[in-house]
Protein backbone atom coordinates (compact mmCIF):
# COMPACT_ATOMS: atom_id res chain seq x y z
CA UNK A 1 0.00 0.00 0.00
CA UNK A 2 1.19 3.52 -0.76
CA UNK A 3 2.39 5.19 2.37
CA UNK A 4 3.83 8.37 3.61
CA UNK A 5 4.69 8.51 7.12
CA UNK A 6 6.45 11.69 8.74
CA UNK A 7 8.36 11.83 12.03
CA UNK A 8 8.42 13.56 14.58
CA UNK A 9 4.90 14.25 14.98
CA UNK A 10 5.95 17.59 16.72
CA UNK A 11 9.39 19.23 17.42
CA UNK A 12 10.16 22.16 19.61
CA UNK A 13 13.24 23.98 18.81
CA UNK A 14 15.39 27.09 20.36
CA UNK A 15 15.85 29.93 18.07
CA UNK A 16 19.12 28.66 15.96
CA UNK A 17 18.47 25.28 16.67
CA UNK A 18 19.28 23.21 13.78
CA UNK A 19 17.12 19.53 12.98
CA UNK A 20 15.88 17.81 10.57
CA UNK A 21 12.50 16.43 9.57
CA UNK A 22 11.81 12.97 7.97
CA UNK A 23 9.59 12.34 5.15
CA UNK A 24 9.28 7.93 4.85
CA UNK A 25 7.96 6.87 1.25
CA UNK A 26 6.39 3.87 0.15
CA UNK A 27 5.43 4.29 -3.29
CA UNK A 28 5.96 2.19 -6.24
CA UNK A 29 6.69 4.66 -9.28
CA UNK A 30 7.75 8.07 -7.40
CA UNK A 31 6.36 11.06 -9.95
CA UNK A 32 7.55 14.08 -7.59
CA UNK A 33 7.71 14.56 -3.21
CA UNK A 34 6.76 17.31 -2.24
CA UNK A 35 7.15 19.88 0.78
CA UNK A 36 4.97 22.48 2.10
CA UNK A 37 4.93 24.71 5.19
CA UNK A 38 1.05 25.09 6.35
CA UNK A 39 0.70 27.81 8.79
CA UNK A 40 -2.64 27.55 10.87
CA UNK A 41 -5.66 28.45 9.59
CA UNK A 42 -4.31 28.64 5.89
CA UNK A 43 -3.89 26.93 2.89
CA UNK A 44 -0.24 25.05 2.21
CA UNK A 45 2.38 27.19 1.29
CA UNK A 46 4.36 25.20 -1.71
CA UNK A 47 8.10 24.49 -0.64
CA UNK A 48 10.21 21.85 -2.64
CA UNK A 49 10.00 19.36 -5.15
CA UNK A 50 11.78 16.78 -5.85
CA UNK A 51 11.84 14.40 -8.38
CA UNK A 52 14.94 11.65 -8.08
CA UNK A 53 17.33 9.78 -5.64
CA UNK A 54 19.86 12.32 -4.84
CA UNK A 55 18.45 15.34 -5.48
CA UNK A 56 18.94 18.47 -3.36
CA UNK A 57 17.05 21.69 -3.08
CA UNK A 58 17.46 24.78 -0.73
CA UNK A 59 15.69 27.80 0.01
CA UNK A 60 17.07 30.65 3.03
CA UNK A 61 16.84 28.15 5.89
CA UNK A 62 15.79 25.13 4.47
CA UNK A 63 17.07 22.11 2.44
CA UNK A 64 15.47 19.56 1.08
CA UNK A 65 17.08 16.21 0.16
CA UNK A 66 16.09 12.68 -1.70
CA UNK A 67 16.74 8.99 -1.31
CA UNK A 68 14.85 6.11 -2.92
CA UNK A 69 12.59 5.78 0.35
CA UNK A 70 12.75 8.95 2.27
CA UNK A 71 13.13 12.75 2.15
CA UNK A 72 14.83 14.76 4.54
CA UNK A 73 13.69 18.60 5.26
CA UNK A 74 16.93 20.21 7.27
CA UNK A 75 16.21 23.77 8.39
CA UNK A 76 19.27 25.61 9.63
CA UNK A 77 19.65 28.10 12.28
CA UNK A 78 15.48 28.51 12.61
CA UNK A 79 13.61 31.85 13.62
CA UNK A 80 10.66 31.85 15.36
CA UNK A 81 8.97 32.77 11.92
CA UNK A 82 9.79 29.15 10.83
CA UNK A 83 7.05 27.94 12.97
CA UNK A 84 4.30 25.89 11.41
CA UNK A 85 3.65 22.58 10.40
CA UNK A 86 5.90 21.06 7.74
CA UNK A 87 3.71 18.78 5.19
CA UNK A 88 5.27 15.79 2.89
CA UNK A 89 3.06 14.28 0.06
CA UNK A 90 4.12 11.92 -3.02
CA UNK A 91 2.61 11.44 -6.22
CA UNK A 92 3.30 8.01 -7.47
CA UNK A 93 1.88 4.64 -7.51
CA UNK A 94 -1.47 3.48 -9.12
CA UNK A 95 -2.43 7.08 -9.22
CA UNK A 96 -1.31 10.25 -9.90
CA UNK A 97 -3.14 11.90 -6.84
CA UNK A 98 -1.10 13.09 -3.71
CA UNK A 99 -0.67 11.22 -0.43
CA UNK A 100 0.15 13.48 2.53
CA UNK A 101 1.52 12.41 5.49
CA UNK A 102 0.10 13.67 8.66
CA UNK A 103 2.87 16.49 9.13
CA UNK A 104 5.63 17.67 11.30
CA UNK A 105 4.28 20.91 13.79
CA UNK A 106 7.27 22.67 14.19
CA UNK A 107 8.05 25.38 17.05
CA UNK A 108 10.78 27.51 17.18
CA UNK A 109 11.08 29.45 20.90
CA UNK A 110 13.05 32.53 20.92
CA UNK B 1 1.74 37.21 -9.86
CA UNK B 2 -0.02 33.64 -10.83
CA UNK B 3 -2.30 32.55 -7.87
CA UNK B 4 -5.24 30.21 -6.41
CA UNK B 5 -8.33 32.60 -5.14
CA UNK B 6 -10.29 31.19 -2.61
CA UNK B 7 -13.61 33.42 -2.28
CA UNK B 8 -14.77 33.92 0.89
CA UNK B 9 -12.30 33.05 3.14
CA UNK B 10 -14.66 32.32 5.86
CA UNK B 11 -18.18 30.93 5.48
CA UNK B 12 -20.93 30.68 8.31
CA UNK B 13 -23.45 28.50 7.24
CA UNK B 14 -27.01 26.58 9.15
CA UNK B 15 -27.15 22.75 9.33
CA UNK B 16 -29.44 22.13 6.01
CA UNK B 17 -28.77 25.22 3.86
CA UNK B 18 -27.10 24.57 0.73
CA UNK B 19 -23.58 26.53 0.54
CA UNK B 20 -20.73 27.25 -2.74
CA UNK B 21 -17.55 28.01 -2.13
CA UNK B 22 -15.30 29.18 -5.15
CA UNK B 23 -11.98 28.88 -6.47
CA UNK B 24 -10.30 30.36 -9.49
CA UNK B 25 -6.68 30.32 -10.81
CA UNK B 26 -4.72 32.17 -12.79
CA UNK B 27 -1.67 29.66 -13.18
CA UNK B 28 -3.96 28.31 -16.84
CA UNK B 29 -3.42 24.93 -14.79
CA UNK B 30 -5.69 21.92 -16.63
CA UNK B 31 -6.76 20.32 -13.61
CA UNK B 32 -8.27 21.64 -10.12
CA UNK B 33 -8.62 19.66 -6.66
CA UNK B 34 -10.79 20.15 -3.98
CA UNK B 35 -9.75 18.91 -0.57
CA UNK B 36 -11.16 19.06 2.99
CA UNK B 37 -9.06 19.24 5.72
CA UNK B 38 -9.91 19.05 9.34
CA UNK B 39 -7.89 19.81 12.02
CA UNK B 40 -4.44 18.51 12.40
CA UNK B 41 -5.05 16.18 9.67
CA UNK B 42 -3.56 15.61 6.69
CA UNK B 43 -5.89 17.47 3.54
CA UNK B 44 -8.20 14.51 2.01
CA UNK B 45 -9.60 14.42 -1.70
CA UNK B 46 -12.83 15.08 -2.35
CA UNK B 47 -12.70 15.55 -6.39
CA UNK B 48 -10.90 17.16 -9.03
CA UNK B 49 -11.14 18.20 -12.65
CA UNK B 50 -8.69 16.99 -15.25
CA UNK B 51 -9.71 19.79 -18.05
CA UNK B 52 -13.56 19.10 -18.06
CA UNK B 53 -13.24 16.21 -16.85
CA UNK B 54 -14.65 15.13 -13.32
CA UNK B 55 -12.95 12.44 -11.18
CA UNK B 56 -14.97 12.02 -7.81
CA UNK B 57 -13.36 10.10 -4.98
CA UNK B 58 -15.07 6.88 -3.86
CA UNK B 59 -15.44 7.75 -0.38
CA UNK B 60 -16.69 11.45 -1.08
CA UNK B 61 -20.48 11.71 0.14
CA UNK B 62 -23.01 12.27 -2.42
CA UNK B 63 -23.65 15.68 -0.39
CA UNK B 64 -20.99 17.24 -2.16
CA UNK B 65 -21.01 18.37 -6.15
CA UNK B 66 -18.35 20.38 -8.18
CA UNK B 67 -18.91 22.49 -10.56
CA UNK B 68 -16.09 23.77 -13.49
CA UNK B 69 -17.67 26.29 -15.91
CA UNK B 70 -13.97 26.95 -17.74
CA UNK B 71 -10.69 26.51 -17.08
CA UNK B 72 -10.31 29.26 -14.59
CA UNK B 73 -12.98 28.89 -12.20
CA UNK B 74 -14.56 25.71 -10.14
CA UNK B 75 -17.36 25.52 -7.80
CA UNK B 76 -17.59 23.49 -4.56
CA UNK B 77 -21.36 22.60 -3.81
CA UNK B 78 -22.67 21.14 -0.36
CA UNK B 79 -26.31 20.79 -0.75
CA UNK B 80 -27.43 20.15 2.58
CA UNK B 81 -24.66 20.92 5.01
CA UNK B 82 -23.90 18.94 8.26
CA UNK B 83 -22.31 19.83 11.31
CA UNK B 84 -19.59 17.32 10.56
CA UNK B 85 -19.03 18.93 7.30
CA UNK B 86 -17.50 22.20 9.03
CA UNK B 87 -13.71 22.08 7.65
CA UNK B 88 -10.89 23.95 5.73
CA UNK B 89 -11.55 23.37 1.81
CA UNK B 90 -8.87 23.82 -0.21
CA UNK B 91 -8.91 24.23 -3.55
CA UNK B 92 -5.25 22.98 -5.26
CA UNK B 93 -4.23 23.43 -9.25
CA UNK B 94 -1.90 21.66 -10.99
CA UNK B 95 -0.55 21.40 -14.78
CA UNK B 96 0.23 17.34 -15.21
CA UNK B 97 0.14 15.20 -12.56
CA UNK B 98 0.89 12.18 -15.08
CA UNK B 99 4.32 13.55 -14.97
CA UNK B 100 4.56 14.75 -10.95
CA UNK B 101 3.82 18.43 -11.15
CA UNK B 102 3.71 20.46 -8.31
CA UNK B 103 -0.17 21.18 -6.84
CA UNK B 104 -0.44 24.76 -5.95
CA UNK B 105 -3.00 25.61 -2.98
CA UNK B 106 -5.38 28.38 -2.47
CA UNK B 107 -5.54 29.53 0.89
CA UNK B 108 -8.66 27.98 2.01
CA UNK B 109 -12.04 28.65 2.92
CA UNK B 110 -13.22 28.14 6.80
CA UNK B 111 -16.31 26.37 6.80
CA UNK B 112 -18.47 26.59 9.98
CA UNK B 113 -22.02 24.59 9.85
CA UNK B 114 -24.09 26.15 12.67
Known amino acids: EDQVTQSPEALRLQEGESSSLNCSYTVSGLRGLFWYRQDPGKGPEFLFT???AGEEKEKERLKATLTKKESFLHITAPKPEDSATYLC???????????FGTGTLLAIQP | DAMVIQNPRYQVTQFGKPVTLSCSQT?????MYWYQQKSSQAPKLLFHYYDKDFNNEADTPDNFQSRRPNTSFCFLDIRSPGLGDAAMYLC?????????????FGPGTRLLVL
Open chain 1, 50 to 52: LYS
Open chain 2, 27 to 31: LNHNV
Open chain 1, 89 to 99: AVNGGATNKLI
Open chain 2, 92 to 104: ATSRDPDRGETQY
